[in-house]
Nanobody
């Protein structure tokens, strides 16, 4: 199974940007779909973005479409989430995940990172 470690979270002001990274190790494969989810206090975990193994297909939640960009570098076994125009509503723990299909349900993914905190202040 793939092991995932997120990094790049922090405290930022509204309107600024952050780039999250997720480093994969163990039994890595370029065929894995990689996804980003987030969970705010008292809220359910929600889908943010996902990318196919080749990087040719991407899918975004409507709440982040046009602001966030998911990408991957298979040579570095790393997936990124570029977050622009951050708003307080984006505050959450962000989790990196891996799974066999490009889906929006958390139950479809079978490997998870520990999460990285993103806090956006107004």
């Amino acid at each position: 199974q793939v092991q995932l470690v997120e990094s790049g979270g922090g405290l930022v002001q509204a309107g600024t940007s952050l780039r999250l990274s997720c480093a994969a190790s163990g039994r890595t494969s370029s065929t894995n779909v990689m996804g980003w989810f987030r969970q705010a206090p008292g809220k359910e975990r929600e889908f943010v973005a996902a990318i196919s193994g080749s990087g040719s297909s991407k899918y975004y939640a409507n709440s982040v479409k046009g602001r966030f960009t998911i990408s991957r570098d298979n040579g570095k076994n790393t997936v990124y989430l570029q977050m622009n125009s951050l708003q307080p509503e984006d505050t959450a723990v962000y989790f990196c995940s891996a799974g066999p299909y490009l889906k929006v349900g958390a139950e479809e993914y079978n490997s998870w990172g520990q999460g990285t905190q993103v806090t956006v202040s107004s």
